[in-house]
T-cell receptor
Framework: AQSVAQPEDQVNVAEGNPLTVKCTYS??????LFWYVQYPNRGLQFLLK??????LVKGSYGFEAEFNKSQTSFHLKKPSALVSDSALYFCAVRDPNNRLAFGKGNQVVVIP | GAGVSQSPSNKVTEKGKDVELRCDPISGHTALYWYRQSLGQGLEFLIYFQGNSAPDKSGLPSDRFSAERTGGSVSTLTIQRTQQEDSAVYLC??????????????FGDGTRLSIL
């Protein structure tokens, strides 16, 4: 079965520092990977996806993610974190039946 | 443009009552999904509609849960004889589906269901 793992519960980072949120995947076949962000009392907002092509994917709000096949990882990154980036981040993989399987989520706290 | 709309935004009801949750997808999106988000279980897939095909109901946790999608647009998730463990946020998402299957799912803000 397709799955993703987000090993950390919370990521704390100082404003202006680089932000990394980790995700590893387990799939049979080609991975179709997504990152979403959730603000309090809101639904999930799409940030970026990897389907095929370049390993570095650029997305919304200055976020990017690096697909690494040998390490089966798809870490989310932002060069300089903002306080407004504080939110819950979900990694997800699309399964062959077109459903999304989500990781447990990572709470990101950006400290002013 | 309009996004995915869900109603009500909050619902409080007594154990044993039935509830209906509504989802209005983005116009033109043929695929519609329901997920449940709860503290202990994270985000769980419930059901998936694609066009006129039979829905994928494999994620529904019990026969108390059902969903329908009328006219390929609006969807209703019904929970009968609610239990306290049904308390969660119910999220609806839609996407292009079909040839656009790798396009992202767009989520509504959810319905927060509380069972007393």
């Amino acid at each position: 079965a397709q799955s993703v793992a987000q090993p950390e519960d919370q990521v704390n980072v100082a404003e202006g520092n680089p932000l990394t949120v980790k995700c590893t995947y387990s799939v049979s076949g080609n991975p179709y990977l997504f990152w979403y962000v959730q603000y309090p009392n809101r639904g999930l907002q799409f940030l970026l996806k990897y389907i095929t092509g370049d390993n570095l994917v650029k997305g919304s709000y200055g976020f990017e993610a690096e697909f690494n096949k040998s390490q089966t990882s798809f870490h989310l990154k932002k060069p300089s974190a903002l306080v407004s980036d504080s939110a819950l981040y979900f990694c997800a993989v699309r399964d062959p039946n077109n459903r999304l399987a989500f990781g447990k989520g990572n709470q990101v706290v950006v400290i002013p | 443009g309009a996004g995915v709309s869900q109603s009500p935004s909050n619902k409080v009801t007594e154990k044993g009552k039935d509830v209906e949750l509504r989802c209005d997808p983005i116009s033109g999106h043929t695929a519609l999904y329901w997920y449940r988000q709860s503290l202990g279980q994270g985000l769980e897939f419930l059901i998936y509609f694609q066009g006129n095909s039979a829905p994928d109901k494999s994620g529904l946790p019990s026969d108390r849960f059902s969903a329908e999608r009328t006219g390929g647009s609006v969807s209703t998730l019904t929970i009968q004889r609610t239990q306290q463990e049904d308390s969660a946020v119910y999220l609806c998402a839609s996407s292009l589906g079909g040839q656009g299957i790798n396009q992202p799912q767009h989520f509504g803000d959810g319905t927060r269901l509380s069972i007393l």
